[in-house]
């Protein structure tokens, strides 16, 4: 076994610490890595370190401005404090964005790794599945599908994930189209090695890099798109905070009360322009071509 | 030629069966129901809700009710919407100037601003210029668009007053100022993200273009810069933007939805939302296949555009 | 709130009024109708001028006896007529009807089983067809038309042998007394015959769309997602209207709807009105009218009684001595919605003043529990025999203000040793088998229970009616005391007003005790209007603003 892993392009692990190398002088993925673990070490740390808790209601406390009473974030209609909310909701947006993207990556990697790999019917009709997906609005699907289940962190995850998978089952099905007929799965078939040890432990490393980046930038279409649903009410369920059900019921009070909707949000864009730099960052560390620029 | 439209046709229609049958479970499965609304009304009764919905026919087998529907749908009857019982393409066609006007509206902010932005990057590549759009162009993706819409609305209506907050227009109004006082908001924020990946796209095929034989050429015969770049290379790096064009459709129909929401603009999104709201079904599934039919006959009317004005491109 | 003037009078008008409808021992006493709104064909005045009424939820269903939400009732009252109608004291006024049927009028026999209706002469629909006793016949019957898709069958089922005597006469007997028939008959609107006439489809007519009335206003247009034009009708049977052109608005979005009311754009805030939190800032507007007004739903948790954990009255009391009320009221809802102990509106004559006030108390409430013997677990959770103090809240997902009550409530529940979970749902969801087959531990649901100003709750409390214990009606809280149920039989066959109060005075006592629903507040609304508008007025007994959309004016 080895000596044929040995024999696939062996320019796996050299590319590896030549993307890594790239990755690190590229400086918008270094300021987006910087954001995301800043944000996120924020989410899971400060929770320790702010004297309020995140269910505590206190309606003597409400519609403090940020920065009064202890509250630097200040406080929601019910007197909680939006620190320790958004902390909260962040753990919870993130782990929704995480699990999308472990989600909708192996979807979309057994679906483009098998229509690749095997191509005609098999290719014919998971590709047309594939575009069924793309051809739909999400947004539409989304909120049909959310408005009609119990909806909690899992559930808007898998729905979430339903309408993400499409991008990378694209990228892995013409990765692996293309290295089909390489020499090194010509020799894997002469060992007789089954088909699916050929399609996961022969073809997909060979596709990593683009897998990584699309699973970067679904990281950030799942926050995205989480937040929206839950701003319409239909996805996460008060009073478990979200980003997005932080600022359902924020426009309310977007005269009297504007940080209930302006500090959510931003942490929102932070998050997701974090993981969109590094995202960024990665396409030009894995791809070969940008070597010349 | 007509062999590929047809095939792609073909497809189309396969993935339109699908799709309609997945939507078309989902809402009928769930809980709940267009009757539910109803339910606190002064002397309703569960009998009285039992007798409507078996008059409206809800008490069938889901597999019957979709051949239904689908049979009606072939000869063109999309139904009843069981909100106000019109039929379901009136009711969408009532809805559908206001979400052209605003993607309208939208794509030309977003087509002429991300283009132009494109080919100046493109040409002045790694100057600050470049740096700062390619920044812009990331964050501009990575912001809520329905939370840009309220903070628009927080600094432009209830602060400053200079726009109104919502609607297309005033009742009684209804001037070309009155509509563009309106539109401007919700336009802007929605053509925020497609500037952002028209630029994105146009600086990269305008970049393709420039190291292409046939601009070495005309530059090296001595063509004054600013014909290489107008008649050359914008010309050439337009082509690969009208695929663009068609593969966006749905995100910028899913970008119109969410405007919507945000500024009470009474189009398709405000209409998809009211249905849901409502558990109108025929509504929501005409929606569902008016989109899935706009973004496939958009796709391959940009594949059609494609292969006419551009004569290496041949469709098989 | 109603003005104290209109609450002095209300009572001595309502008795004379719920007795003309049937008492037989009061027969006789009564004179004619006191209020005399029919213009007996004078001329009327000019209409003119244009107002935007503004609504944030969109009126789309126009035939009005098929199932339709309130905001569709907001324009049926421009554009149909009913019989005859509540004024805002619970007194009736003839709309269609010539004078409103009573025993004294010899319109109702003393059994209340024989009715007789006199109509109007000379009123014509909007498309000038003369409209006559055959449209009201047509009316009433399409009700109980097993093709037609009707709102409801409550009373129109028990009329039977409707007999048109004349152009404006018409006759029915009821297979038995049933004293809130007038009241539904007060909600009923009248449409045309002859728009059904050769339709194949009752479901699918001209009504749909455009529909035709005989009320002050004409269907002009709807821009679908956006607003309703309504033209003045002149040929009006009554007085009025005075507006040449009435638009009914759709906002959806309630800040949106404030801050266009607040620039001027609309004229009239209607329904969903004006949320708590801009009340103070609206009462200081310019040119502005800005009313408290209460209305006939009250808010409550209500319980499943069905389940264990809420068998025992000293678990009802304890739960609701941890309800926070007043800070409920006062901070979350701006102060504006009035406590209530009782589902009954405070402006009802049926309203029992004295039933004992709510007292909130976190140790009163620890007592009763330790008393009865629920103690609290390693979790902090009460639970006796087995049972744990723990169950799930239910309300709409989207309603803010009583998602943060419940989230509120939630949290000093906590401190009594109860765990309540929220599991909040989409409308659709909420109120569908969920709600009517009584799914749900708890909910908070705002209800009104009443048809106009009838005291006749039987859908909602007898213990018949409940969908989950095999019956058909509201009582989805799985309600079952048999003294109630004898209550409410009594008062639906009772036709003294007097009599009639005691017993739902009694009513509401038992359940007062018995805390089926735990009564939280009666509703209030804030409506607003430009100061140059005269008309609207609120009114308990109806449910939406329009009730009189013909007396409006402006300047």
């Known amino acids: ?293 | 030629m007509l062999r590929y439209i047809l095939s792609r046709l073909g497809q189309s229609l396969i993935l339109l069966l699908i799709v309609s049958f997945i939507g078309f479970a989902v809402l009928t499965l769930a809980p709940g129901g267009p009757l539910s609304q109803f339910a606190l009304s002064p002397g309703m009764t569960q009998e009285q809700i039992d007798k409507i919905a078996a008059q409206m026919g809800l008490d069938r087998p889901v597999v019957v009710q979709y051949f239904d529907w689908m049979s009606n749908l072939v000869v063109g009857d999309w139904g009843t919407s069981y909100r106000d019982g019109q039929s379901v393409l009136h009711v969408i066609g009532s809805h559908l100037f206001a979400t052209l006007l605003l993607m309208g509206t939208a794509t030309v902010i977003s087509v002429s601003l991300g283009s132009t932005i494109g080919i100046f990057s493109a040409l002045k590549r790694g100057s600050a210029f470049d740096y700062a759009t390619t920044v812009f162009a990331m964050v501009a993706l990575s912001i809520p668009t329905f939370w840009f819409g309220l903070i628009a609305i927080y600094f432009f209506s209830l602060n400053l007053g200079w726009l109104p907050a919502g609607n297309m227009y005033t009742v009684g109004d209804g001037s070309v100022l009155d509509y563009a006082s309106h539109l401007i908001m919700p336009a802007a924020v929605l053509a925020l993200v497609d500037v952002a990946i028209w630029s994105r796209y146009m600086r990269t095929s305008t970049l393709n273009v420039i190291n292409q034989d046939f601009v070495r050429t005309a530059k090296s015969k001595g063509l004054p810069r600013r014909r290489v770049v107008l008649k050359h290379i914008v010309g050439n790096s337009l082509v690969p933007m009208i695929t663009l064009a068609g593969l966006q459709l749905p995100m910028v129909l899913g970008g119109a939805l969410v405007t919507e929401t945000v500024f009470t603009w009474p189009g398709m999104g405000r209409l998809f939302l009211d249905s849901l709201g409502y558990s109108d079904y025929p509504v929501v599934m005409g929606l569902l296949m008016a989109s899935a039919i706009l973004v496939l006959v958009g796709n391959l009317a940009a594949d059609l555009i494609v292969a006419l004005i551009d004569p290496r491109i041949r469709l098989d | 709130m109603m003005t104290d003037e209109k609450k002095n009078s209300a009572h001595l008008n309502r008795r004379q009024t719920l007795m003309m409808m049937g008492a037989a021992g009061a027969a006789g006493l009564i004179g004619p109708m006191a209020i005399g709104r029919d213009r007996a064909f004078a001329a009327n005045a000019d209409p003119s001028g244009q107002l935007v009424l503004a609504f944030s939820q969109e009126p789309t269903v126009f035939n009005p006896l098929m199932p339709h939400i309130e905001v569709d009732e907001g324009l049926y009252y421009a554009v149909y007529d009913t019989l005859f109608d509540f004024d805002p004291s619970g007194e009736f006024f003839p709309i269609l009807a010539a004078e409103v049927p009573s025993v004294a009028n010899g319109g109702i026999t003393a059994d209340g089983l024989n009715w007789s209706l006199k109509l109007k002469e000379g009123v014509t629909w909007h498309d000038g067809t003369p409209f006559t006793a055959e449209d009201v016949k047509f009316s009433l019957e399409l009700t109980m038309d097993p093709d037609f898709r009707s709102f409801r069958s409550t009373g129109y089922k028990l009329m039977e042998n409707i007999t048109v005597v004349s152009p404006t006469e018409l006759t029915w007997t009821m297979s038995e007394p049933f004293a809130p028939m007038a009241a539904i008959l007060a909600s009923t609107y009248i449409v045309p015959k002859h728009v059904f006439e050769g339709v194949a489809d009752k479901n699918d007519t001209v009504l749909n769309t455009a529909p035709i009335g005989t009320g002050p206003f004409k269907f002009k247009s709807r821009m679908a997602g956006d607003h309703i034009e309504l033209e003045a009708n002149k040929d009006y049977h009554m007085d009025g209207p005075f507006l040449e052109t009435l638009i009914i608005k759709y906002v959806p979005d309630l800040n949106v709807m404030y801050t266009q009311f607040k620039s001027g754009d609309i004229d009239v805030i209607g329904l969903q009105y004006i949320t708590p939190d801009h009340l103070e800032e609206a009462e200081t507007l310019d040119g502005k009218v800005v009313k408290v007004a209460g209305t006939a739903t009250f808010e409550s948790i209500g319980l499943n009684m069905t389940r264990p954990q809420f068998q025992e009255l000293a678990v009802r009391q304890a739960l609701y001595a941890a309800i926070d009320k007043t800070s409920i009221i006062d901070a979350l809802y701006y102060g504006v919605p009035t406590p209530t102990e009782t589902y009954m509106p405070r402006q009802s004559y049926y309203y029992n003043e004295s039933l004992p006030t709510h007292e909130f108390s976190i140790e009163k409430a620890n007592a009763i529990l330790d008393e009865a013997g629920w103690v609290k677990g390693a979790d902090g959770i009460r639970e006796k025999d087995g049972v744990k103090l723990a169950f799930s809240n239910s309300t709409t997902a989207g309603n803010h203000l009583r998602e943060q009550a419940q989230q509120f409530i939630q949290q000093t529940f906590a401190m009594i040793g109860v765990q309540m979970e929220i599991k909040n749902f989409p409308p659709a969801v909420m109120w569908g088998d969920y709600w009517m087959n009584s799914e749900f531990d708890s909910v908070v649901v705002g209800l009104n229970t009443l048809a106009g100003a009838d005291p006749d709750t039987s859908d909602y409390f007898m213990s018949t009616m409940s969908p989950a214990l095999g019956g058909s009606g509201q009582n989805t809280f799985a309600y079952q005391n048999p003294k109630v149920d004898e209550l409410l039989t009594k008062g639906a066959a009772n036709f003294v007003p007097e009599e009639r109060k005691a017993i739902y005075e009694e009513m509401q006592a038992v359940m007062r005790d018995d805390l089926p629903f735990l009564p939280m507040f009666q509703y209030a609304v804030i409506k607003g209007w430009k100061d140059d508008v005269t008309g609207p007025e609120p009114n308990v007994n109806n449910r939406i603003d329009t009730w009189n959309v013909r007396d409006w004016k402006r300047g």
């Open chain 1, 1 to 293: 076994m080895s000596s044929l892993t040995a024999n696939t392009p062996a320019r796996r692990p050299f590319i590896k610490s030549r993307a890594l190398r790239r990755f690190l002088s590229h400086k918008l993925a270094l300021i987006g890595l910087i954001m995301v673990l800043t944000l996120t070490a924020a989410c899971f740390i400060g929770p320790f370190l702010l004297p309020y808790d995140e269910l505590h209601i206190d309606l003597m406390a409400r519609f403090a401005p940020p920065g009064t009473g202890g509250h630097i974030f200040g406080t929601d209609p019910l007197g909680r404090d939006i620190a320790a909310r958004l902390f909260h909701a962040g753990q919870i947006s993130m782990a929704v964005g995480f699990a999308v993207m472990i989600i909708a990556t192996t979807i979309g990697s057994v679906v483009g790794v098998v229509s690749g790999y095997y191509g005609g019917k098999v290719a014919a009709v998971l590709m047309r599945i594939v575009d069924a997906f793309l051809s739909f609005p999400s947004v539409f699907l989304l909120l049909a599908l959310a408005a009609f289940i119990q909806p909690g962190p899992v559930m808007i995850a898998l729905i979430i994930s339903a309408t993400s998978w499409m991008e990378v089952a694209r990228i892995v099905e013409a990765e692996v189209k293309s290295l089909r007929n390489q020499d090194f799965v010509q020799a894997a078939h002469m060992l007789g090695l089954s088909n699916r040890w050929i399609m996961f432990r022969e073809l997909l490393p060979n596709a990593i890099g683009p897998i990584i980046v699309a699973a970067t930038l679904t990281v950030a279409r799942a926050i995205l798109l989480e937040a929206y649903i839950s701003f319409l009410g239909y996805g996460i369920q008060p009073p478990l905070p979200s980003w997005g059900n932080m600022l359902n019921g924020a426009q309310q009070y977007l005269q009297s009360a504007p940080w209930l909707a302006i500090i959510p949000g931003l942490a929102i864009t932070i998050a997701v322009t974090g993981f969109n730099f590094i995202g960024d960052g990665l396409r030009d560390a894995f791809d070969s071509r940008a070597q010349g620029e």
